[in-house]
Every structure is written in C-alpha cells, then in structure tokens.
C-alpha cells in the first residue's frame, strides 16, 4: 500500500479525505494545504513525540487526526480523547474515511436523511465515553461510521478494525502530575515548533476567571505562550474577564474581545459550528479566529470533569455520565482556521481515576475550598504561580450559550448574525420534511423537557415553584434542523472546492 496525495487550496487547511481502492492497493489522500504529508505518514496535529518520526499513533497525547502506513495496512489515527472523529464508509466498493463529516458527505454524495431527528443526540454523545458513545450515523440510504478515541486499522482488502489506545501513564501525587502533564505540553510544543514541518505553530491561550482557563494558562505560559484572549464584554463576561489573572501569571499579549462580537459576522460561523453537533457553545470564540490562525490554541473544556473534586464516577473511557447539551467541539472552523484545539485538562485525561484519587487526597486538603465549585489541582497550579486565592475559581460562570431550548425559529434570531439568520430562514423555508414525523417528534420532546420551560418561567417569576426534569437526552427541534442548515452549507463549500 502506498499514498498518493492530492492537495486542494481551495478546502479547509486541515481537512482530509482518504480513499482505499482494493485493487490498486493505493491510498488517494485529498487534503488540504496545512495538511503535513510524507512517504510513510499525513498528519493534521501534534504529538508528545518527534514529528519526523510520525508515531502519533501509540503517542501518549496526540491532538489531531492522521494516517500511517504499517507493513500490508494502515492506520487511521484519532486524538486521544473523544472531542473529535473520524468518519468513513464504503463508496462504490472502495473504503472512504475523513476528519470531516461535510467533506465525506460532499464527496461521496451522501446527504442527511431530513426525518431523522437525534443528530443533536448522536453527534455529542461523545459525552458518553467511548464504550456508551454512538458508533453510527444515519444518513439517507446508508449509514456512517464514527470513529473515537482508537486507532483503526485498515487493511489492503478493505477489512478494518478498531484498535485500543496503548497510552497509560502511572501518576500518583500532585507533583507528580504536574511534571508529567507539564513535560508531556512540552514535548507537544516542541513537535509544534519542528522545523521538518511545513507549518510551524505559535502558541495562544484563552483565560477567564474561571478555574480551569486559569490553570492551563499558569502551564502553558512557561513554555513559551504569551497569548491570552479573553472577554471583557458585554457587560455579563465582565466579571469573568481574565486579564487580572493573565497579568499575575505573567503574560504580556492580553487581548480582550467582546462575547456578542461574532452578531456581525458574514461567513456563517454559526452553520460551521452546527454541522458539527455545536448548537451554540463556542461560536463566539470565533471573534478571536485571526489571533489563534496557524496556532496551537489552548482551552480548559472538560476540566469540571477532569479536575473535578466531586467527580467520583472518574473513568477511563471519558464517560462524563451526564450528558451535556454543549458540544465544546468546532472542528470545521478550526480546520478552516489552521488551528490545532488542544484541551489540557484532557492531555492526560485517560488517567481521570488517578487524577480524582490525587485532587482528593490529603496533600490537597488546604486548596480544597468546599462547595459544589472546588478543583483542588487547578487551584495549587495558579496559586503557585504567584495568583491569589481570592483572584480566581470563587463562582462557575462560563462563556458562550445554547440555542437548545429556543421555542421557535423566531427567538433564535437575537442570538444570530443577520447572515447567518436569514440562511437558516430561507433553508426552513424550502426544507421538506414529513409533518406526522415532525409533529410526533415535537410533541415527544416537550413530554419530556417540559420542566425546563416552567422552572424558567417560574424563575423569572420570582416564584418558589419547581418541578423535577427528566435524565432522559431528546435532541431539540430547533437543534435538528440547526444542524441540517449547518451540514447543507458546511457540504455546499466543499462541493465548490472538489
């Protein structure tokens, strides 16, 4: 087997798509222009490990997608979390995979099936873990298969197989976790940085009040990131701005942004990050896309788990049990963007036993500060660097929104740039959906979330009356039909540059 590559300007500069035929025994890779191509391996990321060498697969932390040749097969490599996948299906007899959904679904000529309605569901049910994640996803007439947290292992005559992560590391005290989790960003900034690279990658953090932004800013910082974005405004991230923290923790680059900025773009940001799964979480960090382009970003997402005192069902698997209504994943604007999201608190994560073993162990006793709020390991990180307790970590706040539970296609619209309402607008219009199927659907999700919108309306009431919701996950009708417009433009770009 060998790789033939074929470099498209014109799509995302991360993204490709990588097609078996088995006769040939060649491997045809569509890639974009950022994407590092060899002999032996692609890779759209970086690992703790020398990047001419091209090992992201048995990596301890890997961020990114790839493939690489091994003897009469090859392995396709997702990160070594679950924010994001790889998908693949068979195509006129030949075995086709991506790290984008669109890209796969404009290649092929797959399209959604518009009566399906747990998109929402399937797609973030990576908070599920890896063994309770979806594994498929319905498209009309054929389903796709999503790829998570494994190595697959693909061979010359099509067969494939899912193949465990190898990476394990013993950690046992707060020193100890700090210096391999330390060592382990450095070794991934210097992969980053190598000049056998096409693209070299600089360094920018987000920071907040918060306890996690927090924390991977103090361990990044010392690696050479003097980046940090953060929202100042409006008035609610006022409170959450981070750059008293940045400044303590000694960063000379703080950037400031405003949280609704994104209300004014023109490029369907908001579609980008619906064809996703995304209904909304972190469009606004786009405001920030030129200062994080062709860079390495760094984020705190997963940390309430990760660096949770109270999170006593930590496991292996990232089975975050309570399913989240936000994606915190935006794969397609960051391969657009050339930037690599790496997430600290997951650099590691698979670890998530040890870690809740040591965040509650009696050396950590005196950065415990009680409540339903308290990360002991991210405090000790910024508190050693100099930051007051009082500075950070006192109140959960959070960037971003949801349009999950907006009623009607109407109230999406002050949360919206015009361009991009108007597109949702005119996509509803000529969508074609069966009204028995959809109605049914309506009525079974408002069965079941019902409570939200009282407990609202009681909230806002000033009244003492609440009703117990329901566990149970249903996707949205608004989120469903979010996600359709988002995949049909996100498939519509690509179609324009194949």
């Known amino acids: 087997m060998k790789f033939e590559y074929q470099k498209n300007e014109s799509i995302p500069s991360l993204s490709w798509l990588a097609e078996i035929n088995e006769s040939r025994g060649v491997i045809r ?53 679950l924010q994001e996948s790889l998908y693949s299906l068979t195509h006129e007899g030949d075995f086709v995979i991506s790290n984008s959904l669109p890209f796969l679904l404009a290649y092929t000529g797959h399209q959604l099936d518009v009566d399906y309605y747990n998109y ?31 190595n697959l292992k693909v061979s010359g005559s099509l067969s494939w197989e899912e193949l465990p992560k190898p990476a394990k590391v013993e950690i046992s ?53 003097d980046t940090a974005l953060t929202f100042s405004s409006p008035e609610k991230y006022v409170d959450d701005s981070g750059v008293e923290v940045a400044r303590l923790l000694g960063y000379k680059n703080i950037i400031e942004g405003n949280g609704s900025a994104y209300m004014s773009n023109t490029a369907l940001w908001e579609a980008e990050s619906a064809s996703s799964g995304d209904v909304g979480c972190l469009v606004a960090f786009n405001t920030f896309e030129d200062k994080y382009k062709d860079s390495l ?87 050693e660097k100099g930051v007051p307790r009082k500075a950070f970590g006192f ?22 740039s015009s361009t991009s309402y108007h597109s949702l607008l005119n996509f509803s219009k000529v969508l074609k959906r069966n009204p028995l199927k959809y109605y049914a659907h309506v009525c079974k999700y408002y069965m079941v979330n019902y409570p939200i ?8 009431l000033h009244l003492p009356f609440q009703v117990k919701g329901s566990s149970k996950y249903i996707s949205s009708p608004i989120s469903s039909l979010l996600i359709l417009w988002g995949m049909d433009e996100m498939v519509k770009r690509y179609k324009k540059a194949l």
């Open 120 to 150: 929402e569901y399937d797609l973030n049910s990576i908070f599920f873990g890896c063994k309770r994640c979806a594994k498929e996803l319905r498209i009309k007439g054929e389903v796709v298969r999503m790829h998570r947290y494994c």
């Open 297 to 383: 970003l760094f984020l705190g997402l997963k940390g309430d788990s990760i660096w949770g005192k109270a999170e006593h069902l930590a496991n292996r698997d990232f089975d975050f049990i309570k399913m989240s209504i936000a994606a915190e994943q935006n794969p397609e604007h960051y391969l657009r963007n050339n930037t690599i999201a790496i997430s600290v608190p997951l650099v590691l994560g698979y670890e998530w036993p040890s870690i809740y073993k040591i965040n509650n162990s009696s050396e950590m006793a005196q950065y415990s500060v009680g409540g339903e709020y308290d990360r002991p390991i991210p405090r000790r990180i910024v508190e």
């Open 453 to 460: 919108y009282f407990n609202f309306v009681m909230q806002r």
């Open 29 to 81: 890779v569509v890639c974009g222009a950022k994407v590092e191509c060899s002999e032996r391996f692609f890779v759209s990321g970086v690992w703790d490990g020398p990047f001419e060498k091209g090992e992201f697969d048995t990596a301890l932390s890997f961020h990114g997608t790839g493939g690489i040749l091994k003897e009469d097969s090859v392995i396709f490599a997702t990160p070594n979390h």
């Open 173 to 225: 005290t707060f020193e100890d976790y700090k210096s391999k989790i330390t060592e382990t960003l450095r070794r991934i900034v210097d992969n980053a940085s190598d000049a056998k690279r096409k693209c070299q990658y600089k360094l920018v953090t987000t920071i907040s009040r918060g306890y996690d932004a927090s924390a991977t800013s103090a361990l990044v910082h010392d690696l050479g990131c």
């Open 395 to 416: 109140k959960k706040r959070g960037a971003g929104f949801t349009y999950r539970f907006q009623p009607s296609l109407h109230s999406v619209r002050s949360k919206m």
